[in-house]
């Protein structure tokens, strides 16, 4: 049962084949087992069952609210929850529950779903490996798939049993682990610069980026107001279908929602292509791709156009200034955001009380990690007026650049861009840690990260569970592991013919 | 400040303290002297400067004072810029604030409506383009009582810039030398306000009150057109007197409502203007002129005597009267501003440029709030001149005093007495009253129609006028006066008036 798409799922709950509390018993017992995959910081038991119970009375009087309706769902951990803790991985918020929910959070209970618990993350939503918080990093449960396992006893004899552990990728990993051991059926996570699909990729679910605008932030602790959006995690495409229904539309709590009003779809059960045109933007082939990555995306290209889309190679130029202009911005944005983390009002305060200015600079040393201060740093030395213009303003033009590689792009006829999501397949941990947080931040948004900047939506998708026999993939890959091809478009032109 | 009233007087000095002393309506040969760089308003008077220059004892130097002003508004509404929770003055602590004033995790501003319709409102009063695009912006500082870490306000592009405000300034002794001035203004902006701290010193502790943290603030900017404390509080008094009329801010300066922060230089006139300081927190008219006043010969004092003026922010002791240092900082400040991510450019509309088919409840449109402006106080005063011939520096005094228009006006509705015997009995008999008695004109025991009714008594000459004036005595609480009032009635009514019932109607009309 846990193994069903969420659509499969709400029809067996409504058929009566389940009910939601033996449902999320079921989900809580393999939360129990999984628990060496770290996903979850909070395990919201007493609140699960009880929002099982009102569903079952629910189904009972047969008014359910909806597909959702005592579906499991569980909620990345920089989302505000209001009586359950919300701790962004951070000292900083430990022990900080919020008095109110974030709008997404609202709208997924108001549809009667069940929320697990919530899952970890880097602190602060930094990082792409999901190794650097407070309560330690997240296994990627593929670390424990029968591939994996057997291929490391081949490797390495005498090695720890569990040592060689795969990381999940970040900085979702907790929702995106979440979704792949199947302790849930969706997940929400969020994303800056990559941090949904990536970790999407290397857990071998899908994650999906909505257009900025598209769905409230408001609750969303926020790492880039003008990059950030939440991101949804399924174990399918159709599934992340049914939660972006439920979710996006104006919020007049969020004045960057956008205004117009957000027509509900659901996706052709069967997708025709022969109609689409799929771009390949050159210069993704990236030196650092590892080969497995690049044969599976010629791959993926190839099935399209034998399903008759037609497949073009396009341009978009400045997609090597991206990177680095993401920084200057993020880490701007970054310093802002978390200046009012003082300890006065809520979260972590130090002991000393010398005087306003020593508590304030105690209190965010203990609070945040090397990572997080890094990046306040480097920020305000961007916000300097003596820089401003050089850093913060130069990048502001580029990003303007780089969103117009996009916007001239789909101008020209294509629907959708086919790209890799990561460079390689997930890597042990102990590989991962090798490099500090900003290096690898660098390497693994580098296909992610250039359209937060442009606003377009994304989805990391195993597109060939939809196309064919996905095994006819997997097996004639080399990997074991899932890796996925990105997809970005304007997803709605795709869904709706 | 004492012990430097002292040296200025040793020294010989030609002018002394005019500007200082309550009298400074009537400043006469005070030291600092006019630039004629700015514009001035045109006035019937003729320009005659204000205060006479000095001439030092060195070389016959004259010296020009630079005054610019940053005055802060708080805009009356019912809820702050940005979020939902209510304006009220003194309310229990920390009892009107929201998850976004307390700058809770992912809480997000959301633009309050009736504040930009109030900044539209103040820039088209006081003559200012209105910018149909704006943006709002961060201003990054560390300081308990911001609990964001920044505020947001609009650096780069306000709401509203370039317009003027006309004032009027006394220039000689008698109340009928005024000349017209105008301070232009810089821009407005719409930003928030921050909560209270309150120092604790026995506990070394600091309290702090969010309840004014994000309440919305209307920054009005003034150009350095003034020269000295009297030009300041009088632009100040007339910029009050115009949002009091437009409703947009109450403009109580003792209720924190209305803070005015002061620029101040000094140079030699034809030489380029000196170092600045600033002095903030001003929350009195008369000490925001004594203020200026003071920090302008401070700064004269210092210059003569070789030392150099420090770009710096002084605060304004009232007790000492003098003005000090304040921040202790190492150089200046770096806001790091930046541009607020959360909230979409402020657009703005008039009806050629208002889309079709736009919603009236999501847009806003210029000259729709131009053709509801309230009259301002420059029209009404005009009005009172014309309608009523009375001169103009008593349609002033009529307008500076809270309530005392009003009054006035009801009076006229009610009596058949001259206008002009009104203006006169309000503004001098009445009004002196109150004055006397330290009563607002709403405290009055006097109503309009008791005064109307003694007015038109004494028109019918049924009373004199120094038994109209016992009545005021009356009033005043000299319960014999009303003896003199029932024989003089008597008198009137040639003996003939009972002089019990002539008490009873007397007592019941004098008390109501």
Known sequence: ?????????????????????????????????????????????????????????????????????????????????????????????????????????????????????????????????????????????????????????????????????????????????????????????????????????????????????????????????????????TRCVDDAAIVLGMLAGHDPKDSTTIQDPVKPFTLPTSADVNKLCIGIPKEYLAPELSSEVRSFWSKAANLFESEGAKVIEVSLPHTSYSIVCYHVLCTSEVASNMARFDGLEYGHRCDINVSTEAMYAATRREGFNDVVRGRILSG?????????????????????????????????????????????????????????????????????????????????????????????????????????????????????? | MAALMLRWS???????????????????????????????????????????????????????????????????SNSKLFSGSQVHFAAPPNSLVSFFDASLPGTLPVLNRRCVEAAVMTGLALNCRINKKSLFDRKHYFYADLPAGYQITQQRLPIAVNGSLAYSVSVGKKPSQVSTRTVRIKQIQLEQDSGKSLHDEPRSQTLIDLNRAGVGLLEVVLEPDMSCGEEAASAVRELQLILQALGTSQANMAEG?????????????????????????????????????????????????????????????????????????????????????????????????????????????????????????????????????????HSFTLLNEVGLLEFFQNVIKETRAEPKKVTSWVLNIFLGFLKQQNLAVNESPVTPSALAELLNLLDRKAISSSAARQVMDMKRGNPRAINKLIGLVRKATLSRADPTVIKEILERKLSS
Not at chain 1, 29 to 46: D, G, P, R, W
Not at chain 1, 78 to 98: D, H, R, W
Not at chain 1, 395 to 404: D, E, F, M, S, T
Not at chain 2, 59 to 69: C, D, N, Q, S, T
Request: charged share 25%; proline share 5%.
């Open chain 2, 257 to 393: 409502q209305l803070r005015v922060d002061a620029n101040i230089s000094v140079h030699h006139p034809g030489e380029p203007l000196g170092v600045r300081t600033e002095v903030k927190n001003l929350n009195s008219a008369r000490f925001l002129a004594k203020a200026i006043d003071f920090e302008i010969k401070r700064q004269i004092h210092e210059l003569e005597n070789g030392r150099k003026i420090l770009n710096e922010t002084r605060s304004f002791d009232d007790k000492l009267g003098c003005t000090m240092p304040m921040r202790d900082k190492e150089g200046k400040q770096d806001y790091r501003f930046m541009p607020e991510p959360n909230l979409p450019p402020l657009l703005l509309y008039d009806t050629a440029s208002l889309p079709p088919g736009a919603d009236p409840q999501q847009v806003i449109n210029i000259d729709w709030i131009r053709e509801r402006l309230p009259e301002l106080p420059g029209k009404t005063r005009e009005k009172l001149i014309q309608q009523y011939g009375m001169l103009p520096e």
């Open chain 2, 10 to 76: 040793c020294l010989g000095k030609r002018w002394v303290l005019a500007c200082i002393d309550g009298g400074s309506r009537h400043g006469r040969g005070a030291a600092i002297g006019l630039t004629s760089r700015r514009k001035r308003g045109q006035s019937s008077v003729a320009q005659q400067p204000l205060i006479a220059v000095q001439k030092s004892r060195k070389g016959e130097h004259e010296w020009a004072a630079v005054v610019g002003l940053e005055i802060h508004a708080q805009i009356s």
């Open chain 1, 1 to 233: 049962m846990l193994g069903r798409t969420l659509r499969e799922v709400s029809t067996a709950l409504k058929q009566g084949h389940i009910t939601p509390t033996e449902l999320c018993q079921k989900c809580l017992s393999l939360i129990k087992k999984t628990k060496f995959l770290n996903a979850y910081i909070t395990v919201s038991e007493e609140v699960a069952l009880k929002q099982a119970e009102e569903s079952e009375k629910r189904y009972k009087k047969g008014h359910s609210l909806g597909d959702l309706d005592g579906i499991p769902v569980a909620v990345k951990d920089n989302f505000s929850t209001s009586s359950i803790e919300t701790t962004c991985a951070s000292n900083m918020l430990k022990g900080y529950v919020p008095p109110y929910n974030a709008t997404v959070v609202q709208k997924l209970l108001d549809k009667g779903a069940v929320l697990m618990g919530k899952t970890n993350l880097d602190e602060f939503a930094m990082g792409s490996g999901s190794t650097d918080g407070v309560f330690g990093p997240v296994k990627n449960p593929w670390s424990y798939s029968k591939q994996y396992r057997e291929k490391r006893k081949q490797k390495a004899h005498g090695e720890n049993e569990d040592s060689n552990w795969l990381i999940t990728g970040g900085s979702s990993g907790g929702s995106a682990a979440a979704v792949a051991a199947f302790t849930c059926f969706a997940a929400l996570g969020s994303d800056t610069g990559g941090s949904t699909r990536n970790p999407a990729a290397h857990c071998g679910v899908v994650g999906f980026k909505p257009s900025y605008g598209l769905v409230s932030r408001h609750g969303l602790i926020p790492l880039v107001n003008s990059m950030d959006v939440p991101g949804i995690l």
């Open chain 1, 380 to 497: 305000n030395f961007f916000l300097l007026k003596e820089n401003y213009e050089n850093y913060f303003i130069k990048a502001q033009k580029v990003r303007r650049l780089i969103a117009n590689d996009f916007v001239n792009v789909f101008n020209s006829g294509v629907d959708v861009l086919l790209t890799p999501t990561t460079l390689s397949e997930a890597v042990p941990y102990l590989e991962f840690i090798k490099e500090d947080n900003r290096t690898r931040s660098a390497q693994d948004d580098i296909f992610t990260q250039a359209v937060n900047m442009a606003g377009e939506n994304l989805t990391s998708a195993i597109p060939e569970p939809h196309a064919k026999e996905p095994e006819q993939l997997h097996v004639t890959s080399f990997s074991y592991l899932p890796m996925t091809n990105e997809l970005a478009g304007i997803i709605e032109t795709f869904v709706v013919t």
